[in-house]
């Protein structure tokens, strides 16, 4: 599975971006996904990650109420839209699948990983 993540950029404090995360091919139904943030000089960590049904979804504290996970199931397609960016979003930003359904902030539990996508928001 090679995962295809786009939709960074340069934006301002307040402002918002979509991530996008594209599967090379379908994911199956024992598959949660997540999106995890890499800042320099700093650890991977969890940022929201959506059930395989795209039902239940858990956020890291930091971004709830302004990040929301979707996917399209169908398009094997997640996506991160993000609000009322912060310069502390500031990071790489990639997403992964999970070995199982339920969604998970243990990277350990995602065995594929896209090549991230950079944020960047100015204060």
């Known amino acids: 599975v090679q995962l295809q993540a786009s939709g960074g950029g340069l934006v301002q404090a307040g402002g918002s971006l979509r991530l996008s995360c594209s599967s090379s091919?379908?994911?199956?139904?024992?598959?949660?996904m997540g999106w995890f943030r890499q800042a320099p000089g700093r650890e991977r960590e969890f940022v929201a990650a959506?059930?395989?049904?795209?039902?239940?979804?858990i956020y890291a504290d930091s971004v709830k109420g302004r990040f929301t996970i979707s996917r399209d199931y169908g398009a094997s397609v997640v996506y991160l839209q993000m609000n009322s960016l912060k310069p502390e979003d500031t990071a790489v930003y990639y997403c992964?699948?999970?070995?199982?359904?339920?969604?998970?902030?243990?990277?350990?539990?995602?065995?594929?990983w896209g090549q991230g996508t950079l944020v960047t928001v100015s204060s």
């Open positions: 992964a699948v999970n070995r199982r359904p339920v969604p998970s902030l243990e990277p350990s539990q995602y065995n594929y």
């Open positions: 091919k379908r994911t199956s139904s024992n598959n949660a």
């Open positions: 959506v059930a395989w049904s795209g039902g239940r979804a």
